[in-house]
Antibody, heavy 118, light 107 residues
Framework: EVQLVESGGGLVQPGGSLRLSCAAS????????MDWVRQAPGKGLEWVGR??????????EYAASVKGRFIVSRDDSKKLVYLQMNSLKSEDTAVYYC?????????WGQGTLVTVSS | DIQMTQSPSSLSASVGDRVTITCRAS??????LAWHQQKPGKAPKSLIY???NLQSGVPSKFSGSGSGTDFTLTISSLQPEDFATYYC?????????FGQGTRLEIK
């Protein structure tokens, strides 16, 4: 059974940093791209970023709204994907989901809430 | 960026009804279109990829069609557990983009 479990969310001040983790199990983690998607309170889904697999040199893609501030990384040995969030703004407040990629986002974690507020 | 526009934004229907949700892309995405279901307070769940392919375990009451710029999600014989918000998503080009969602409510 595929499982994705996010952690690391919480309250952070504007301008601060936070690192989210996503622990994967139940599939061949190293063979899959992984995504982060967020959802602001009461709003729709917004794609944040992607990290490819080792054959694709772990290259990344980002939404314009986070490019230069957020970094997606992974540790295949630990089956973990990370989202390093820097220079956080109030508009980054959202539930952050990690998702496994096969064609589209075929499995999602339960999400972790990030609140950016003073 | 490719804009994804769903219609309607909300829809009221009764148990047993058949409903159709439309998703339009601002440019040709061939068949790189997925549909996701989200219930309140829960993570999204993937239903369909490639415009019309059901994810494993998704009941056949869900069906998708379309190509190019126009796509539809049809849900037949609505049951109480089907009332949720549905999102389309294109994965043809970066950035990946979602529709604004269609909230399906019980009449």
């Amino acid at each position: 059974e595929v499982q994705l479990v996010e952690s690391g969310g919480g309250l952070v001040q504007p301008g601060g940093s936070l690192r989210l983790s996503c622990a994967a199990s139940g599939f061949s983690f190293s063979d899959h791209y992984m995504d982060w998607v967020r959802q602001a309170p009461g709003k729709g889904l917004e794609w944040v970023g992607r990290i490819r697999d080792k054959p694709n040199v772990y290259s990344t893609e980002y939404a314009a709204s986070v490019k230069g501030r957020f970094i997606v990384s992974r540790d295949d040995s630990k089956k973990l994907v990370y989202l390093q969030m820097n220079s956080l703004k109030s508009e980054d407040t959202a539930v952050y989901y990690c998702a496994k990629v096969k064609y589209d986002l075929d499995y999602w974690g339960q999400g972790t809430l990030v609140t950016v507020s003073s | 960026d490719i804009q994804m526009t769903q219609s309607p934004s909300s829809l009221s229907a009764s148990v047993g009804d058949r409903v159709t949700i439309t998703c339009r892309a601002s440019q040709d995405i061939v068949r790189d279109l997925a549909w996701h279901q989200q219930k309140p307070g829960k993570a999204p769940k993937s239903l369909i990829y490639g415009g019309s392919n059901l994810q494993s375990g998704v009941p056949s009451k869900f069906s998708g069609s379309g190509s190019g710029t126009d796509f539809t999600l049809t849900i037949s014989s609505l049951q109480p557990e089907d009332f949720a918000t549905y999102y389309c998503q294109q994965y043809r080009t970066y950035p990946i983009t979602f529709g604004q969602g269609t909230r399906l409510e019980i009449k």
